[in-house]
């Protein structure tokens, strides 16, 4: 085991909360240590939306130019047919934001980003392909964690250790922090897809008999999720590659399935959502998926694990730097962000309840012809009501501003 070292906080997981807390607090002079266990950050299957709040926080970071900058798509505004009209549903224009668009962009360039902008604080390091496997302890309290890295096992201490680590998080479980499960009645199976048309972002299903995908537009190829029913990959497999191929070719006429050669390519994610009762303890802080695990309904995932990492620079920066970090800091960072969790959760249970039959069933829904026509009608001669829709998705409960101490000019 390598010598042990001592930092003030000890991030595990190099995702978009771990990434934006690091850069947050070095800027506040804080010594931090950010942990991932991968070498780079090219994952296929992260979330790629960032929506205005998150664009917004950016801004904030003297960084939107530099993410503008980026291959990326925006989406302004989702049409839907409804009772023969074709009215804006969710409208992201109407938003009071600097850049009221939903942007698509490969989370590992945004990750990138923030690394490469993090490294430039004297108090930042970041420690690729290396994990955190373990925690250290002094009695009750979290002191720092145990890794393995390319050079070995260690140890480093800390003031606080912070879980960035995702749904499956290791220090979550090192720590006997129990998740609460909510029953999500499907998974998704990721896969990719070369592109042969026009590749455009939209957010509705595409649909076959039988089949709904999710389409996110990348450089030259797309990354489709296949919803499936809870458990369903073994009867997925059972109806056959070639089957599953003309399905998908029905769907997405300007992508071809000729990529699509094995069951190898599909990866399916087991969705849940969760929730820990109490996201702390002395020494230990659990945020983003690690507190609260999200579904994909809505993309919101990403922009509540940066927006619980921005309250929580906000709250525990100045305890951090004078080292008299309390545990009375980490339930305000918990009481500050468990009402947006909660309610964004319940909206998604909502959402599952009410789309599983068009998700699973393959089958665009349909309203009754009196609801329809009413809906059509209210957006069509009040379009303003659009903007509800876009603000939840959008913005959202709570949304969080960089603290000053971290706001810079655009470079």
Known sequence: MTPS????????????????????????????????????????????????VTLRLLDDLGLYPEFDALPHSEVEHADFDIAGRNVTVVDFRRLRQPHPVLALVPQWDLLNLLADTARQEPTFTLRMQTEVTGLLHDGDTVTGVRYRGPDGDGELRADLTVACDGRTSTVRREA?????????????????????????????????????????????????????????????????????????AEAVPEASVESLTSWDGVKVLDVRVNRLRRWHKPGLLCIGDAAHAMSPAGGVGINLAVADAVAAAGILARPLLEHRLSEGDLAAVQRRRNLPAVVTQQAQRLMHRAMRPVLLGGEMPTLPPVLAKFIALALSRVPALSVLPGYLVGVGLRPERAPQFACRPPR
């Open 5 to 52: 070292g001592s930092t003030t906080c000890a991030i595990a997981g190099g995702g978009p909360a771990g990434m934006v807390l690091g850069l947050l607090l070095a800027r506040a002079g804080v010594q931090v240590t950010v942990f991932e266990k991968h070498a780079d950050f090219l994952r296929d299957f992260r979330g790629d939306t960032v929506h205005p």
């Open 176 to 248: 006997g922090l129990t998740a609460r499960e909510f029953p999500v009645p499907f998974d998704v199976g990721w896969f990719r897809l070369n592109a042969i048309g026009a590749i455009k972002y939209q957010l509705t299903p595409r649909f076959s008999p039988g089949l709904a995908l999710v389409l996110i537009p990348r450089e030259g190829y797309f990354q489709v999720g296949c919803f499936l029913p809870k458990g369903g990959e073994k009867k997925l497999k059972e109806r056959g590659l070639e089957s599953f191929r003309s399905q998908v």
